[in-house]
């Protein structure tokens, strides 16, 4: 399986599909569990129908952006309450748990109370 951190690689939606295409020519595409962060964060691109589950990261940084984010199509949010702290973590977990969007930890920092905390969302 693949997750792939795009780190805001592409500016546009096209490239992104010329990307995705290129996965499906390869046999890549139904592996792709999550694409993250494709776009900058000051690109509002949706990402609706891609076929894979995008998530935000960098992005959403507060509730009010996990809420546009999601709005935009993305599917999961990346919580890291090490570099976003754990009552803003916990804020934005509240607005993707209200949107049915799940969250995940994914920070190399993750301490072990964090590393129990992320096996629950």
Do not use: H, W
């Amino acid at each position: 399986m693949y997750y792939l951190d795009a780190n805001g690689r592409y500016d546009t939606r096209g490239r992104l599909v010329e990307f995705l295409d290129y996965a499906k020519e390869i046999g890549a595409f139904e592996r792709i569990m999550i694409l993250e962060e494709p776009f900058a964060e000051e690109n509002k691109i949706n990402v609706s129908g891609l076929g894979v589950r995008v998530a935000a990261d960098e992005s959403a940084d507060a509730p009010e952006n996990v809420e546009e984010r999601i709005a935009l199509g993305y599917g999961a949010i990346a919580l890291k309450p090490v570099a976003k702290t754990m009552s803003v973590s916990l804020q934005m977990l509240k607005v993707a748990e209200e949107n049915n969007i799940p969250c995940f930890c994914a920070d190399l920092t993750v301490n072990p109370v964090t590393r129990e905390f992320n096996k629950y969302f």
